[in-house]
């Protein structure tokens, strides 16, 4: 079934909203460019929409009441927010579920070191990345370093006009007739994504001496030694804000859109809610990169702990009253979908393709091959969904990640899923996904951030 293109629909007065959108999410693309970043950036949106840190009504055992709203971190990489609804909560939530990692380089613990009177740090990348697209570009460094003490020394480095960027060299092509002959993967192999920092020796030293005036210009301008790196958590992403793409400034251009395009969508969504029926939630983790793992991922007790402290603040506890808003629970699991590219239309079938400006992409089931690792959403929740979205004229399409037997790919759908609550892939279609600048379509991004508003109003 083809939908029509969402551009010819709008008026002036969705123009002008679109635009608002589109500018604050480039400025939130733009100074988040890790998880931590995000959060602080999160953190920053809630408090000024009104929303309080759960931890203060944890310390003073105060009850929550319809219409309270509130934000819980964890680890300054996790963020969940809640408003209480006049529904009690065995209602179950109406949530929304994205991801603020992306694929990048991270540095080794032991990053730092000299090589023919240059010095260069080891990185080990993260996530799904084609290593070949991250040479020869301006990239930057983001993080933190935590010393013995607990000091905490922010890191940004490269995105200031002022500041210097850093980089991954690549082979000249007078000399690379043997890496063209490498297949794409190989091409560049992870132990070569070094990346270079400096090349001037500090006088009188005869060994290490481009190091050891890095080390000086690390601990002058930054505090930092080198035994440092082994508690800092460091990322290299691509240099530069997010930026219009296209000569009608159609789209959006930017590093780390999977998955932020959708985790901004969902917090703005959220933050515009008011006096919800059902309790909504909003939750922005970490790690689904590489497979939603650890303390501050999908996986662990966070969102489930979190919502345990929430009932006790509403009411009498129970493990069986957390079990029943679990399970009666819906949500959507705001995350990207692979935009139609006309340039490779081989991996694609293109009645079950995302395109761009067709507005929000329901993900029945991702996985790979034979629906492998999918949730595959229920049919009945399917049909609620296109019911609102008709209703609230809300334009959607349906796609699955390429044809069956090219890849695929996962999200964090299938987690919350295990609680046997619905659940269903909804979000963005990007191109370029994964690379270090993605594109995205500025009337999707208008698109879904009112699908999600629609979906915690209505469901």
Not at 54 to 79: C, S
Not at 255 to 265: K, L, N, P, S
Request: hydrophobic content about 35%.
């Amino acid at each position: 079934m083809e939908r029509k293109n969402t551009w010819l629909s709008y008026t002036e007065e969705d123009i002008e909203k679109l635009e608002s959108l589109a500018s604050d999410y480039k400025e939130y693309l733009t100074g988040g460019k890790t998880e931590r970043e995000c959060v602080k950036e999160s953190v920053k949106l809630a408090q000024r929409a009104g929303y309080e840190d759960l931890e203060h009504f944890i310390a003073e055992n105060k009850q929550l009441k319809p219409g309270d709203k509130v934000y819980r971190t964890w680890m300054d990489k996790t963020i969940v927010l809640f408003q209480i609804g006049e529904k009690p909560m065995e209602d179950g939530l109406n949530i929304l579920g994205a991801h603020i990692d992306s694929p990048r380089m991270d540095l080794k613990q032991n990053p730092l070191y000299e090589d023919t009177e240059m010095v260069l740090l080891d990185t080990h990348y993260y996530g799904g990345v084609k290593k070949y697209q991250w040479v020869t570009l301006p990239l930057a460094l983001h993080g933190v370093v935590i010393k013995k003490d607990g000091t905490t020394i922010e890191i940004s480095i490269g995105e200031k006009d002022t500041d210097p960027v850093v980089g991954v060299t690549d082979l000249l092509i007078h000399l690379s007739a043997q890496q063209l002959e490498k297949k794409a993967k190989v091409v560049i192999e992870g132990e070569d994504l070094n990346v270079l920092i400096g090349s001037r020796p500090v006088k009188g030293e005869e060994k290490d001496a481009v190091k050891k005036e890095m080390l000086r210009i690390l601990e002058q301008e930054y505090g930092i030694e080198e035994e440092d790196f082994l508690s800092a958590e460091i990322e290299v992403v691509p240099a530069g804000p997010a930026r219009d793409f296209g000569l009608d400034r159609s789209m959006i251009m930017s590093y780390g859109q999977d998955d932020r395009v959708c985790a901004y969508t969902s917090l703005a969504a959220m933050l515009n809610v008011q006096d919800a029926r059902r309790t909504t939630c909003c939750i922005l983790v970490d790690k689904e990169e590489i497979g939603s793992v650890g303390a501050t991922g999908m996986h662990s007790r966070f969102f489930e702990n979190t919502l345990a402290e929430i009932i006790a603040l509403t009411g009498e506890y129970s493990e069986l009253r957390l079990r029943r808003i679990l399970q009666n629970s819906h949500m959507l699991s705001s995350d990207v979908s692979a935009a139609f590219d006309p340039n490779y239309p081989q991996v694609m079938e293109k009645k079950n393709a995302a395109y761009f400006g067709k507005g929000l992409v329901l993900n029945k089931y991702t996985g790979s091959r034979g629906k492998s690792g999918s949730n595959d959403a229920n049919p009945e929740f399917v049909a609620k969904l296109r019911r609102m979205f008709d209703e609230n004229q809300v334009a959607f399409q349906t796609a699955e990640l390429g044809k069956v037997d090219e890849g695929g790919g996962g999200t964090i759908a299938y987690i919350p899923a295990s609680y046997a609550m619905d659940v269903i892939d909804c979000g963005v279609a990007v191109l370029n996904m994964h690379a270090p600048w993605e594109i995205t379509s500025k009337s999707d991004l208008y698109e879904v951030e009112k699908g999600y508003e629609v979906f915690l109003r209505n469901c």
